[in-house]
T-cell receptor
């Protein structure tokens, strides 16, 4: 079946501009995660959605970052007033439920801030 | 979640089995061992997970020692497409923040 999809696959933007990244999770998965990965680095957790519960935003690095999940499915990660240090691959993952359920990742969006 | 230790890199001949070790000596009773891999420029890919019994699926086998302090991921017939960084992760049922944390992983290079 269809996996997690993300768009765009690549995004180049100028410093100070806003960007929106989209994630379509696997159908039926109630949990959705956003991570980012800088070149050669591990995963950095950003935010976690589970059903109708309030999201866990503990990983968002600043108030320039926000995310929403509409209708319990598609999610959008928004970065306002982008900075060069925001350049990274932004990964979305979804899982069937909570806790230790296996997370399945999308291909990521490579963001480059000039 | 318990910490894991993996060798930084290993080479494997195409067609041969690749055995990837992982130490997790501080694992607790309700923590699972997960393996993911990340092929260059792609998102992490789930491989397999287990609690205490050995597990096998279409991608790999997972052998967990009786004391659960270490495990081995086995790729039975490595192909060039298996070249990737392999991450061993230990996670509890209620993992802190539900987030995944990858360590350094093992960079596996499959050679013709």
């Amino acid at each position: 079946g269809a996996g997690v999809s993300q768009s765009p696959s690549n995004k180049v933007t100028e410093k100070g501009k806003d960007v929106e990244l989209r994630c379509d999770p696997i159908s039926g998965h109630t949990a959705l995660y956003w991570y980012r990965q800088s070149l050669g680095q591990g995963l950095e957790f950003l935010i976690y959605f589970q059903g109708n519960s309030a999201p866990d935003k503990s990983g968002l690095p600043s108030d320039r970052f926000s995310a929403e999940r509409t209708g319990g499915s598609v999610s959008t990660l928004t970065i306002q007033r982008t900075q060069q240090e925001d350049s990274a691959v932004y990964l979305c993952a979804s899982s069937l439920g909570t806790g230790w359920d296996t997370q399945y990742f999308g291909p990521g969006t490579r963001l480059t801030v000039l | 979640d318990a910490k894991t230790t993996q060798p930084p890199s290993m080479d494997c001949a195409e067609g041969r089995a690749a055995n990837l070790p992982c130490n997790h000596s501080t694992i607790s009773g309700n923590e699972y061992v997960y393996w993911y891999r990340q092929i260059h420029s792609q998102g992490p890919q789930y491989i397999i997970h287990g609690l205490k019994n050995n597990e096998t699926n279409e991608m790999a086998s997972l052998i967990i020692t009786e004391d659960r302090k270490s495990s081995t991921l086995i790729l039975p017939h490595a192909t060039l497409r298996d070249t990737a960084v392999y991450y061993c992760i230990v996670r509890g049922v209620k993992a802190a923040g539900n987030k995944l944390t990858f360590g350094g992983g093992t960079r596996v290079l499959v050679k013709p």
